[in-house]
């Protein structure tokens, strides 16, 4: 069975995204945290996206590695992230690029059969599509790079969840601008 990862930058007060979709609240991440994610996408065999976030990544990376200035790791993440399979849960749009399965029906079912079957890691991004998942008892591991501001509100890391979902902690790290990493696993 593969191991299913939800992990993002949130803010202290743990939203992904500030009022109207925002996300400028953490800046540009650190060289060495952007580097971390790069290698966490290295050792993913699938992404998971929702729609919102499938957007956002797939208006910059397709070309990422082409922009004036981008930085080696820019280049390796942006290769990374177009060449590696990717599936989109979304009944809104109905065309997606760049190594990319689009589903529009039920996203638990799905992500249960991908969860079944052989292969390496998946990773999941997006707070409704990770929302379902958590309230599915889906997720296996969540990941937080934590930054140090509180916004007041709103996209929330969590959901609301309908029972206790207790974690064993597996490592903390710390990165520039006092970003904490925290990794834990669901127990089982």
Known sequence: MRKLIYGMNLTLDGYIAAPGDDIGWGGPPSDELFQFWSDQLQATDLSLYGRKLWQTMSSYWPTGDQQPGATPAEIEFARRWRDMSKV?????????????????????????????????????????????????????????????????????????????VNLNLVETRTFPGGVVLTRYETRR
């Open 88 to 164: 989109v849960f979304s009944s809104t749009i109905d065309k997606v690029d760049w190594n990319t399965r689009l589903v529009t029906g039920d996203a638990v079912a799905e992500i249960t059969r991908l969860k079944a079957e052989d292969g390496g890691p998946m990773d999941i991004g997006g707070a409704t599509l990770a929302g379902a998942a958590m309230r599915a008892g889906l997720i296996d591991e969540y990941v937080l790079a934590t930054a140090p501001v509180l916004v007041g509100g709103g996209t929330p890391f969590f959901t609301a969840l309908d029972s206790w």
